[in-house]
């Protein structure tokens, strides 16, 4: 019987990594073949790929359910997975799951997007290279092959980001984050060394089962903490070296679903796999949360400020991410997975939907006095969240801060209500956002068996103080800037908000230079028109 239930483990975990084998081969063939019939044909072929990506890793989780409670979590289905360099797990698979119908849904969009287009044929190779190096990326035990990964999703996006050559704006905001994703890929590298230094393996499962028998701690490890976290932070776009973010917005809308929706979630990935190896509360994790939340604080506040529907859902994903990187510093690691992955879906539908976003925002300036009313259904609905919580304190792990920041979200849901809304309709929209607190608690129930235990995590008091003190800065600025009307402070700031407190100006110089001299830089070899793996040299 043990025997019967190692082969169907492994015929699951064979299937599972067949399908990104088999995306990579499809991305040759497309890229090679000048036939339209048949580029036709790998479209529709690479959507049932991606549908049958979803079902493998379904299945993937019904093994992981049945082992866990047959109380096998380390038994025949981690062995199997062993053999095919493969660590099949709770994240993995949520992940590999969200990858895969972010990209079905994207390559859905795409075809009718991209129809007569002439950057078509180019955007399909690069685009499924691009789901490739993620579902490896997500899929594999190996820290060197998650490294390689790292890399080729920034090289593949980077051909996504330029699929239209001739747009000059295009083209710089590519090459800066290009400059950006090469630091990051050094850092990574360096991060994975530094595991290596310490634990003696390249083998993820070897590290976290050493960790969890004998935690240990060394400057290796510390400094493997401090260069994983710098790579998170370029991955994500955190000031201030998120200038490239709201530059890349030249890229076509399929494009930048993909950048917004997937890639840049990876940094938070990288440390939700990562995080069992370290031993508690790291330095990485306190540069996550002071950077994280001040990013958050600021991206929030700039985003407030926007008149474009981009340059807002730029800010946005900027401020999103930080939120994600300043749960992970404070060790709520379920929580934010469960943003992680609500993010990717809500962005993607916001960029896809971008053309009808803007539509219905033109109804006239974004700057503008906020109703009282407004902000009194915010007090009373934050006040009954609070109330719930205090009742049900489990529902934020007794965590008084990530009660403050559920809080906040359930207001801010409903401060921006219509100034002419019914109060019936101000009633329902309460309502609504209320029903956030339960919703988050069911979702966090869902996601939780995912998450590697880590009960022993203590978070040091400085870091409490620290998290506190951004979210008093971003309640205290969000106030004028919402009801502060045309005062001379509310103007003021506004003012500097919408343009991001200038931080960007000094890594957006750097980068810039490098890539106004990369641009103007004599080239060896150009690439063929109609095959994106193909090289050829210059005449």
Not at 123 to 149: E, H, K, R, S
Request: charged share 10%; with cysteine.
């Amino acid at each position: 019987m043990h025997e019967v239930v190692l082969f169907l483990s492994s015929l699951v975990l064979l299937a599972w990594l067949a399908v990104p084998a088999a995306l990579l081969a499809l991305a040759g063939f497309s890229g090679w073949t000048r036939n339209p019939l048949k580029q036709n044909h790998c479209w529709r072929l690479a959507e049932k790929l991606l549908v049958l990506s979803m079902i493998t890793t379904l299945l993937i989780a019904i093994v992981l359910l049945v082992d866990l409670q047959n109380g096998a979590a380390s038994g025949s289905f981690a062995t199997s997975g062993s053999w095919f360099g493969l660590y099949p797990a709770g994240i993995a698979c949520w992940m590999a799951l969200m990858v895969g119908f972010i990209g079905w849904v994207i390559l859905r969009f795409s075809e009718r997007y991209l129809r007569g287009d002439p950057g078509r044929e180019r955007f399909l190779p690069w685009f499924l290279l691009t789901i490739v190096c993620v579902l490896v990326l997500v899929m594999t035990n190996n820290l060197l092959v998650l490294a390689g990964a790292w890399v080729g999703v920034s090289v593949s996006l980077h051909h996504l980001l330029t699929l239209y050559p001739e747009r000059p704006q295009a083209r710089m905001a590519a090459i800066q984050k290009f400059i950006v994703s090469r630091a990051g890929d050094a850092l990574v590298v360096g991060g994975v060394v530094l595991l290596y230094v310490h634990h003696g393996t390249f083998y993820l499962p070897e590290m976290i089962q050493a960790q969890s028998a004998q935690p240990s701690s060394s400057l290796a490890l510390t400094m493997a903490s401090v260069v994983l976290a710098l790579a998170a932070l370029l991955k994500c776009a955190q000031i201030p070296f998120h200038g490239w973010l709201l530059r890349v917005m030249e890229a076509p809308t399929p494009v930048s679903a993909l950048l917004h929706a997937g890639v840049i979630n990876l940094g938070g990935f990288l440390w939700l796999r990562l995080f069992p190896v370290f031993d508690g509360f790291t330095a990485g994790h306190l540069i996550l949360l002071t950077v994280g939340g001040l990013t958050a604080v600021i991206a929030v506040l700039t985003m407030m400020t926007q008149h474009s529907v981009k340059h807002a859902l730029a800010w946005s994903t900027c401020a999103q991410m930080g939120f994600m990187l300043f749960e992970i510093g404070m060790g709520a690691y379920t929580l934010a997975l469960l943003h992680l992955l609500a993010h990717s879906l809500y962005k993607a539908h916001s960029f896809l939907a971008s053309g009808r976003t803007v539509k219905a925002s033109a109804v006239g300036i974004f700057m503008q006095q906020r109703a009282p009313a407004g902000g009194f259904w915010a007090l009373l609905t934050g006040a009954l969240a609070a109330a719930i919580l205090l009742q049900v304190p489990g529902l934020v792990e007794g965590n008084l801060v990530f009660g403050i920041l559920l809080i906040l979200a359930v207001a801010s849901a409903v401060v921006a209500m219509p100034a002419g809304a019914s109060v019936m309709s101000r009633a329902r929209l309460s309502l609504l956002a209320l029903l956030l607190v339960p919703a988050y608690g069911a979702l966090h129930a869902l996601l939780g068996p995912a998450v590697p235990e880590h009960v022993n995590f203590e978070i040091p008091v400085y870091a409490y103080v620290v998290a506190m003190a951004l979210l008093m800065l971003l309640a205290g600025i969000s106030a004028p800037l919402l009801f502060g009307g045309q005062g001379r402070v509310s103007r003021n700031l506004w003012r500097h908000f919408s343009k991001g407190l200038y931080l960007e100006l000094m890594f957006d110089r750097v980068t810039h230079r490098l890539a106004s001299e990369a641009l103007n830089a004599p080239g060896v070899l150009k690439r063929i028109p109609h095959h994106p793996f193909t090289m050829e040299k210059r005449s």
